[in-house]
């Protein structure tokens, strides 16, 4: 069976095309891979087997060396497969997929077809990956641990997270489905619930990963993203995905911040972007904040100034955006008419939620936006939305709550379903449609160039490596003087 389950493999890898064949010019067969124990002497970069505690072979790959401590990546696969499977399918044993990592794919437990294991959700394969976890931790210095389930793999990712959130700090589920889960408040903060789906897959359907979401969205999870993959044929739609994986587990990095001097640098790129990415700026910003007080490094005064720049940086930013909101804010009798700037208010809102500043700047009109945000989960508690009752309400709330966080995702929910034949209440097309003209459905482009603009004067500011030899003093000082007298020239022109 390990030889069909290879030969099923590579029949996938050649549908899937020259991507994914490039990983096969590495793979190895079961029982031909060397056999090393873990540890710091192991060779590196290089398909390597030992045995689980419990008695399963598997296979890992050590990182090149690297300044950074390595994330450790389990890749779980799916039935009827073994531990082969997924250096098979992503190029891990050449070093393309997270090279600077340790990556390890194990098999489960649970007896499956023929001589293959899968991962269950239960107590037996829970203590495995748990096992191996501490393995790894206890030989080499890890930062992050994220999972990498495929099908029922990516159920039991679900299943793991929430049973060992202290263990894991994100995974990505692909061609899963979420079952018989806990949600801890720690699972909620700290772990990253990555969901990929091919909107063709034929053996799980995408409904799993839209219903997922919502499950993980209605818990409150704070990390939490849901990418479903279209222009997929059908025959191809639950199989591998090297570019799409390797992209989530790019995005489990930049929310899944441990060290001060990555959660800077992930601040200060999502601030230098051509249209800056604030959630992720302010939230890195705010727990670098938060772990500088523990961070030892010898470079830690090289990070505490250009965590204050970025600071700055990010304060002139919120500045700039909320003075272009306040403006529209009032001239709307301080938001109680709509316009097409509710947009703007709406996205600036989500951009800087969690941002000290923002809430600050916005203090005056948080009454009116918790009004709003109350009146959407209000709708949502309603229990039957098929309803006339509900239709009726639904319209409502999107004509009299335009600031809410939820109100794009509503009005676009509704009038997808209107589109496909529910109509309870006359005239709902034309409603949603004239509540999107009113409000409209995205930010302007004047306060994204608002945002770029602040975004190009910020580039300068330099990586922690860069500012060994760049960031004196001086420099910092001049960044604050800079910003000095920008604000004084604001000020003249307000007063003039």
Request: charged content about 25%; glycine content about 6%.
């Amino acid at each position: 069976m390990p030889r069909l389950a290879h030969l099923l493999s590579t029949a996938v890898l050649a549908a899937l095309g020259s991507t994914i064949l490039a990983a096969t010019a590495h793979a190895q067969e079961i029982g031909s891979v060397p056999r090393v124990e873990p540890s710091t002497s192991a060779p590196r970069n290089e398909v390597l087997e030992w045995t689980t505690p419990e008695g399963q072979e598997y296979w890992y790959r050590l990182p090149k060396e690297s300044r950074r401590k390595p994330c450790l990546v389990l890749m779980l696969h799916g039935t009827g497969l073994n531990h082969g499977w997924s250096f098979w399918n992503y190029p891990i044993g050449s070093g393309v997929f997270r090279g600077d990592d340790i990556v390890v794919s194990p098999d489960g437990l649970s007896p499956g077809q023929g001589d293959t294991f899968n991962f269950l959700q239960g107590k037996a394969d829970g203590d495995q990956i748990a096992h191996l976890i501490e393995t790894f931790r206890s030989e080499f210095e890890i930062s992050n641990v994220y999972l990498y389930g495929h099908s029922q793999g990516a159920f039991f990712c679900y299943w793991f997270a929430g049973e060992h959130p202290e263990l894991v700090d994100g995974i990505v589920a692909h061609a899963g489905n979420v079952l018989d889960v806990k949600h801890p408040k720690l699972a909620k903060e700290k772990v990253a619930i990555g969901i990929l789906h091919c909107e063709s897959d034929q053996v799980v359907p995408v409904e799993c990963a839209r219903r997922t979401e919502q499950i993980y969205r209605e818990e409150g999870y704070r990390k939490l993203r849901c990418w479903i993959v279209e222009g997929i044929r059908p025959e191809a739609g639950h199989w591998p995905l090297p570019d799409h994986v390797a992209k989530m587990m790019e995005w489990l990095d930049s929310v899944s911040v441990k060290d001060a001097r990555q959660a800077v640098e992930i601040a200060r790129s999502s601030l230098a972007r051509t249209d800056s990415d604030f959630p992720t700026a302010v939230r890195a910003a705010a727990e670098a904040r938060d772990l500088i007080k523990k961070y030892d490094g010898e470079d830690r005064e090289q990070v505490e100034r250009v965590l204050e720049m970025v600071e700055l940086c990010l304060q002139e930013q919120t500045d700039a955006i909320w003075k272009e909101v306040e403006f529209a804010l009032l001239e709307h009798e301080e938001g109680d008419t709509a316009g097409t700037y509710t947009a703007d208010v709406r996205w600036a809102r989500a951009q800087f939620a969690g941002s000290e500043r923002f809430e600050e700047l916005s203090k005056p009109f948080a009454s009116l936006f918790k009004k709003h945000d109350k009146a959407f989960e209000k709708l949502e508690r309603i229990k039957d939305k098929d309803t006339k009752a509900y239709a009726k309400n639904l319209l409502d709330t999107i004509d009299e709550a335009w600031f809410a966080l939820a109100w794009a995702d509503v009005r676009s929910d509704a009038a997808k379903r209107v589109e496909a034949g529910w109509r309870p209440v006359d005239g709902m097309p034309e409603r949603l449609a004239a509540a999107a003209e009113r409000c409209g459905t995205g930010p302007s482009e004047s306060i994204l160039e608002t945002s770029r603009k602040a975004s190009r004067r910020e580039a300068n500011v330099p990586s922690v490596a860069g500012a060994v030899a760049q960031l004196a003093v001086p420099a910092l000082l001049v960044l604050v003087a800079a910003r000095c007298a920008r604000t004084s020239s604001d000020a003249e022109h307000a007063e003039a």
